[in-house]
């Protein structure tokens, strides 16, 4: 299985389907809050969020599926990548809920190979989040520096630094 793509792999225009996609739970949310220090009533206090908001529940906090849909592009876009260079925008379009599953795609816009080193060119993408509904919920754009194949061949290949087993 494909982990990633090398350069010239990627094509203007392309649209990444992200599988499988992720039901968010409760503690999912609580748990990121806390990694993070968000504690943020919204997302921590259902007596809070029922309430005294809009929404009348807790809401999701937004970092988190930003991070969920950023890791589900990984084997699409990035798990080769050189560096992930820029995060040009951050949409949260509509909230997310405990229960909701996300679902990801990213499309290319535009790919410049490297000025400066011929074994490598940047990659800029759209990554776009919806739920179950298909009601987007978060897009994202940025550039990610990913290697050529030439690179790739001369660092190992597909799986670089896998050892061979001793049997």
Request: with cysteine.
């Amino acid at each position: 299985m494909q982990f990633g793509r090398y350069y010239e792999e990627f094509e203007v225009g392309a649209t990444y389907k992200h599988w499988p996609g992720k039901t968010v739970t409760e503690y999912d949310d609580h748990l990121f809050c806390l990694l993070t220090m968000n504690h943020h009533p919204l997302h921590m206090d259902a007596h809070y969020a029922g309430e005294t908001t809009d929404f009348g529940k807790n809401v999701v906090v937004g970092n988190y599926i930003y991070s969920l849909l950023l890791g589900m592009s990984v084997p699409d876009v990035s798990g080769k990548a050189i560096a992930n260079l820029e995060v040009e925008s951050l949409k949260h379009t509509k909230p997310t809920f405990h229960g909701d599953t996300i679902y990801g795609e990213t499309e290319v816009l535009d790919k410049t190979p490297s000025k400066s080193k011929d074994d490598r060119g940047v990659v800029y993408v759209e990554t776009r989040g919806y739920n179950q509904d298909g009601t987007a919920v978060c897009t994202f754009r940025r550039k990610v520096m990913v290697p050529k194949q030439s690179y790739g061949d001369a660092r190992g290949g597909e799986q670089p630094g896998r050892p061979t087993p001793q049997l």
